[in-house]
């Protein structure tokens, strides 16, 4: 699965089922990320429509929340016990 090919979209997958809405330096905060390496991340989940922007007018401070098909990767990746890598 192409989520699992790189640690910090799982990481942002779990830290955003936990938080519901949120932004990049809220995560790069919290796991000791680059705002960029977060933001990458961020950037890929948005283009495969997992995540959305709550903002999507602003170019900083973006909010985000999982969409449907986020939510229901986040839960096949959790009932494949392969959410717990990162």
Request: positive net charge.
């Amino acid at each position: 699965m192409w989520v699992v090919g790189v640690d910090r979209r799982l990481i942002v997958l779990k830290m955003m089922h936990e938080k519901r809405m949120i932004q990049a330096s809220d995560i790069a905060d919290s796991t000791e990320r680059s705002l960029q390496n977060i933001s990458y991340a961020m950037r890929e989940l948005e283009e495969r429509g997992l995540i959305q922007s709550l903002t999507p007018g602003k170019r900083t401070w973006k909010k985000f929340i999982l969409t449907k098909k986020g939510t229901e990767v986040f839960e096949n990746l959790k009932k494949n016990h392969l959410i717990g890598k990162c």
